[in-house]
Antibody, heavy 113, light 108 residues
Framework: EVQLVESGGGLVQPGGSLRLSCAAS????????MNWVRQAPGKGLEWVSY????????YYVDSVKGRFTISRDNAKNSLYLQMNSLRAEDTAVYYC??????WGQGTLVTVSS | EIVLTQSPGTLSLSPGERATLSCRAS???????LAWYQQKPGQGPRLLIY???SRATGIPDRFSGSGSGTDFTLTISRLEPEDFAVYYC?????????FGPGTKVDIK
């Protein structure tokens, strides 16, 4: 069974940093492209970032370029999102997704003073 | 960036009725890389349709997708009580992989 479990969310002040993790199990992690998608409270879905299985290809939505960094450790079956210079508008539930077919339960990031 | 527009914003129907949801793209979606998701309150999205018309694993055949280019449709042939939810389309052919704003299907 495919399982994706996000962690690392929490309350952070504007300008602060957080590192999200996504622990994957039930499939060959290195064979799959992975994504981060977020959803602000009461709003729709917003794709944030993509990383290929080998980490050779990485994409970001413009609003996070230069502030967020996606990475993965295939030996640890883990996906990461390093978030720096956080803003109030980054407040959202962050989901990791395997090829958009399987999703985690999400982790809430709240940026507030 | 490909902008997706979904209509209607809200669809009020009764169980057993047919639901037709529209997704229009600002540019042609390459390779028909268009997906549909269902999301219920407090839950993550669930993939229903990929490649514009292929049902994801375990999705009932009352859900069907069609379309190409810039116009796509999700049809639910007969609404079941568990189908009342928000539905999103998404293009994943070109970064950024944008989502539409969603259509809420609620009980009339």
């Amino acid at each position: 069974e495919v399982q994706l479990v996000e962690s690392g969310g929490g309350l952070v002040q504007p300008g602060g940093s957080l590192r999200l993790s996504c622990a994957a199990s039930g499939f060959t992690f290195s064979s799959y492209n992975m994504n981060w998608v977020r959803q602000a409270p009461g709003k729709g879905l917003e794709w944030v970032s993509y990383i290929s299985g080998s980490s050779n290809t990485i994409y970001y939505v413009d609003s996070v370029k230069g502030r967020f960094t996606i990475s993965r450790d295939n030996a640890k079956n883990s996906l990461y999102l390093q978030m720096n210079s956080l803003r109030a508008e980054d407040t959202a539930v962050y989901y990791c997704a395997r090829n958009f077919a399987s999703w985690g339960q999400g982790t809430l990031v709240t940026v507030s003073s | 960036e490909i902008v997706l527009t979904q209509s209607p914003g809200t669809l009020s129907l009764s169980p057993g009725e047919r639901a037709t949801l529209s997704c229009r793209a600002s540019q042609s979606v390459s390779g028909s890389y268009l997906a549909w998701y269902q999301q219920k309150p407090g839950q993550g999205p669930r993939l229903l349709i990929y490649g514009a018309s292929s049902r994801a694993t375990g999705i009932p055949d009352r859900f069907s997708g069609s379309g190409s280019g810039t116009d796509f449709t999700l049809t639910i042939s007969r609404l079941e009580p568990e189908d009342f939810a928000v539905y999103y389309c998404q293009q994943y052919g070109r970064s950024p992989f944008t989502f539409g704003p969603g259509t809420k299907v609620d009980i009339k």
